[in-house]
C-alpha cells in the first residue's frame, strides 16, 4: 500500500487542508469536497483524495490569479470605505 493510499482521520485532514472541521463538513455536503469513508465508528478520508483537492485549490488559484486578486484588491477597498464613512460622525445630527 503507497503513502496516497492511507487514510486520514479528521485532525489530519483539518491539518492538511487549513479549514475548521465544521467548514470540511459544509463543504462536503455540498459537495465540494472529498466525501468521508465510514469504517464503523470511525469517520476517514482517502490522502490521495484530499492531496488532489488541495491540488486543485492551487491550480484554480494560480488560473484565476490576477482576476481574483483585482477582486481582492476591490473588496479591501470598500472595506476601507466603509469603515471610513462608519466611523465618520453623522452629517446631520438628530436632535437630542
Do not use: C, H, N
Amino acid at each position: 500500500m503507497s503513502e496516497q493510499d492511507r487514510l486520514l482521520r479528521l485532525p489530519e485532514v483539518v491539518s492538511i487542508v487549513g479549514l475548521r472541521r465544521s467548514a470540511i463538513y459544509a463543504l462536503e455536503r455540498v459537495g465540494k469536497f472529498p466525501k468521508k469513508i465510514a469504517l464503523g465508528k470511525t469517520t476517514v478520508w482517502s490522502l490521495r483524495e484530499v492531496s488532489q483537492w488541495v491540488e486543485a485549490r492551487i491550480a484554480e488559484r494560480d488560473v484565476a490569479g490576477p482576476e481574483r486578486q483585482a477582486t481582492g484588491a476591490r473588496l479591501r477597498e470598500a472595506r476601507k470605505r466603509l469603515k471610513r464613512e462608519q466611523g465618520a460622525p453623522p452629517s446631520d445630527p438628530a436632535p437630542a
